[in-house]
């Protein structure tokens, strides 16, 4: 498609349970990242991913978030025995290529409550 | 040390009125700077983008913002607010310190009053 796109768009999980979120990105964009927005705090930054290199896992706040990128395109990010403070928005956005000169481009995030 | 700090969390202006949202950055090495738009239940859309080219940058929607190194400021104008332009604004920052990945400021929600 012609923009990143990611699902569910929505996604309301009992505490305890776990979740995938999926990240389509943009046909070609060897790049993929994922950032979490909570209320109040901004955007932070998760993981990402470059072509077949070690993803950069350096944001993921506990060891209960992972992440994949199966074939260099579709991303799953896992959340295990959610909690309540994992309630965000979770945006994938991909970009050509990893470098500090290149803006990315946003999915419109998947919405995550955790009750 | 912050690397982003947007100097304001909320700026109010009247309809017609000049924008100013108030953005410093610190970067050890040739940063590039961005500024990202999101409107209320909608994604991040990229305003404007300066990598080491003009210091001045025009973006979308009439938005423009100057990089100034002396000062490590980014600031975002626009000579005359229009009620679309309520939403928040972050100041982004990128280079080889953050290991290319963007970091962002806490945003700045801008109220437009009619």
């Known amino acids: 498609g012609a923009g990143v796109s990611q699902s569910p768009s929505n996604k309301v999980t009992e505490k305890g349970k776990d979740v995938e979120l999926r990240c389509d990105p943009i046909?070609?964009?060897?790049?993929l990242y994922w950032y979490r927005q909570s209320l109040g705090q901004g955007l932070e930054f998760l993981i990402y991913?470059?072509?077949?290199?070690?993803?950069?896992k350096s944001g993921l706040p506990s060891d209960r978030f992972s992440a994949e990128r199966t074939g260099g395109s579709v991303s799953t990010l896992t959340i295990q025995r959610t909690q309540q403070e994992d309630s965000a928005v979770y945006l994938c956005?991909?970009?050509?290529?990893?470098?500090?000169?290149?803006?990315?481009?946003f999915g419109s995030g998947t919405r995550l409550t955790v009750v | 040390a912050q690397s982003v700090t947007q100097l304001d969390s909320h700026v109010s202006v009247s309809e017609g009125t000049p924008v100013l949202l108030r953005c410093n950055y610190s970067?050890?090495?040739?940063?590039?700077l961005f500024w990202y738009v999101q409107h209320p239940n909608k994604g991040l859309q990229l305003l404007l983008k300066?990598?080491?080219?003009?210091?001045l940058v025009k973006g979308i929607n009439g938005f423009e913002a100057e990089f100034k190194k002396s000062e490590t400021s980014f600031h975002l104008t626009k000579p005359s607010a229009h009620m679309s332009d309520a939403a928040e604004y972050f100041c982004?920052?990128?280079?080889?310190?953050?290991?290319?990945?963007?970091?962002f400021g806490a945003g700045t929600i801008l109220r437009v009053k009619s």
């Open positions: 982004v920052v990128s280079d080889r310190e953050y290991g290319n990945k963007l970091v």
């Open positions: 046909s070609g964009h060897t790049a």
């Open positions: 970067s050890s090495y040739s940063p590039s």
């Open positions: 991913f470059q072509g077949n290199s070690a993803p950069d």
């Open positions: 956005a991909s970009s050509l290529v990893v470098s500090h000169d290149y803006g990315y481009t």
């Open positions: 300066y990598t080491s080219a003009a210091t």
